[in-house]
């Protein structure tokens, strides 16, 4: 047949659409491409369920109330639902009145989950950050929550890793460019993994000539899976606490040491934060401030006496760490002996704080600090909760590295006294605060949510606080449930968060008198 003769009317076609919107294609001209969703509220990403949830919500009569409710926890991924009665006294004691939550919008009071991990909570994450953020420049700095100006005292930024367990993938940059600010982004070329290397027992060559990325997923993994040293890897991070503690006391004998040649007394003050590595262990940041003594105030934050240098102190921190090490408790898995425990052996990377013509930067140190807190396993490729048998059984992998040490923890922590390794193994072993300090190095998380409170209580009115306010309000509350009752309130209620954020972000730009951007309002449901 000639093309003269073909049919005018397609004999099998495709039919796209419905009703009478409905399109007629011939065969080879049928759309590759799905249509784009007819829905306005699909076509910007929103599940139909979800903007139906948030309607119904937005268009109630006490949705203006529900929304002050819970302004507080608007930007929370997962909020306590808490519920039961408030009971407010006077101030001789005797109950005025008692409030229940049973009259207020969904009958629950709503808390922030206050988890510190921006992978599970971005906003908690956030709060827990910048109060890590003002602890450490406060204690840093002075001038500020009762402490006194602090530029005069020695301060030591340190950073104190674990020995090596078995050759790993590594990324080694030897000069950064002059325009490289982020190391965890960075983009310089790194050297060679491992240019030379034998061939394990096991037939693996311990060789890579790849310059890695920062982004290689094989960073930290181990050549050999079977040669690497699992049991001594996890049994490192299960006893990190009690040798951080150890070199602490051994700090404090060769500060004393030290007064005592010089005729001075002496006390350090310091803040960690530890952070885990690509390869499952963690390493250890740290400030150290040195403080002199005033007999006449023995409380009295003063500087060390003059006599002490940046170096002596230095040294006292660098001998410290080199000494202490011991053997763990024993394991029937390392033949009825223990492990022995202690640092890496390439030594401590110190740098100098307040030293003057020092290139530190204090600000841009104390957020380097500040950002590990809301980290947690991340670098290694993965993030797990508490774990039990059918969850190691799911997770632990062993073909993997991460599989390989969660199952190493699950097996170590069925022996008496290694139990912990068991409750951690979602951390590889490791169970320690994220970070802890000193008492006198600076104030606490407590005094930072009190501070929070006041502000609330007092409607940003704080010199108007009696403490005894804080004792006429006595909760009776009880835990309701987690999370937003519905995927829609998590909508509104984050959509108003972000409003909110963002306008108070253009005031701040006006307070600068820098032009504002334009604030983007939420769609309206």
């Not at 890579?208 to 699992?230: E, M, Q, S, V, W």
């Not at 009825?336 to 740098?351: A, E, Q, V």
């Not at 022996?415 to 300090?437: E, F, P, S």
Request: some cysteine.
């Amino acid at each position: 047949m000639s093309s003269s003769t073909l049919p005018l009317t397609p004999t099998t076609t495709a039919v796209v659409g419905a009703g009478e919107n409905a399109e007629t294609y011939w065969p080879w001209a049928t759309p590759t491409q799905k249509p784009a969703p007819t829905n306005r509220d699909a076509r910007l990403g929103f599940d139909p369920a979800e903007v139906a949830t948030a309607r119904r919500r937005a268009r109630s009569s006490d949705f203006p109330e529900w929304l002050d409710h819970v302004s507080g926890v608007a930007a929370c991924t997962r909020p306590i639902r808490l519920s039961g009665q408030i009971d407010v006294k006077n101030r001789d004691g005797s109950l005025m009145h008692t409030i229940d939550t049973a009259s207020m919008p969904d009958g629950v009071i709503y808390t922030p989950c206050g988890n510190r991990r921006a992978s599970v909570c971005p906003s908690c994450a956030e709060v827990y950050r910048r109060d890590t953020f003002q602890i450490i420049r406060a204690g840093l700095e002075g001038n500020r929550y009762g402490l006194p100006p602090l530029d005069q005292h020695i301060a030591i930024f340190l950073t104190a890793t674990a020995p090596s367990f078995g050759h790993v993938h590594h990324r080694v940059v030897k000069t950064h460019a002059a325009d490289c600010r982020s190391r965890d982004r960075c983009t310089c070329r790194a050297s060679i993994c491992r240019p030379f290397g034998k061939t394990c027992p096991h037939g693996v060559e311990i060789r890579c000539t790849a310059r890695h990325k920062t982004t290689d997923p094989i960073l930290g993994a181990p050549f050999c899976l079977d040669c690497y040293d699992y049991a001594g890897h996890v049994a490192w991070n299960h006893e990190a606490p009690e040798l951080w503690r150890r070199t602490v006391q051994e700090a404090d004998r060769e500060l004393a040491r030290l007064g005592k040649r010089l005729g001075v007394t002496l006390r350090r003050r310091y803040v960690k934060v530890y952070e885990f590595q690509a390869r499952g262990l963690i390493h250890y940041h740290a400030i150290f401030r040195l403080d002199g003594y005033h007999p006449d105030c023995p409380t009295a934050i003063v500087p060390a006496d003059q006599a002490v240098s940046r170096e002596m102190f230095a040294s006292v921190l660098e001998d410290a760490f080199r000494r202490t090490s011991y053997t763990s408790a024993p394991h029937p898995a390392n033949g009825g002996k223990g492990w022995h425990i202690g640092w890496g052996p390439k030594g401590l990377d110190l740098k100098h704080i307040n030293a003057p013509g020092g290139d530190t930067n204090m600000v841009k140190l104390t957020g380097y600090l500040a950002k590990y807190v809301t980290k947690s396993t991340e670098a290694t490729g993965a993030t797990h909760r508490r774990l039990d048998d059918l969850a190691v059984e799911l997770h632990a992998d062993p073909n993997t590295h991460v599989g390989r040490m969660i199952r190493t923890c699950w097996d170590l922590g069925d022996t008496d006294g290694w139990h912990r390794l068991r409750r951690y193994a979602h951390q590889y072993g490791h169970g320690g605060h994220i970070t802890t300090k000193s008492r006198g190095f600076s104030v606490t998380y407590g005094f930072k949510r009190m501070e929070r409170t006041i502000w609330r209580r007092t409607q940003g009115y704080p010199h108007l606080w009696d403490d005894q306010e804080a004792d006429l309000v006595v909760y009776r509350l009880g835990y309701e449930a987690t999370g937003w009752i519905s995927t829609g309130d998590a909508l509104l209620a984050n959509s108003a968060a972000d409003a909110a954020r963002r306008r108070a972000h253009a005031l701040d730009l006006a307070d600068l008198d820098q032009p504002a951007p334009a604030i983007a309002h939420p769609r309206a449901v």
